[in-house]
């Protein structure tokens, strides 16, 4: 597989565990009572945890594979400020 197709999923899988990050802490947050869209607040939180430590592990993969790209903005940026 292609490195780009690599990065294509690692994104993509990135986004999908931001929003699952994003949606089940919304819920944690405004769904004060033990059940919430007929999930209990325990698997929930559990679902969230997983989701955090999912997109940690994504995020760190990413910055792994994009690390020339991320020292070429960080050069240009000082370069930038010199001028």
Not at 51 to 59: E, I, T
Request: proline fraction near 0%.
């Amino acid at each position: 597989m292609r490195i780009s197709a690599v990065k294509a999923i690692l994104t993509t899988m990135l986004i999908v565990a931001f929003v699952a990050l994003a949606f089940s802490g919304a819920l944690l947050h405004f769904g004060k009572t033990g059940v919430i869209l007929g999930i209990s607040r325990h698997a929930l939180r559990n679902a969230h945890f997983v989701a955090a430590v999912l997109m940690c592990a994504l995020a760190i993969t990413h910055l792994v594979l994009n690390r020339r790209l991320y020292g070429a903005e960080l050069r240009s940026l000082g370069k930038k400020n010199r001028d």
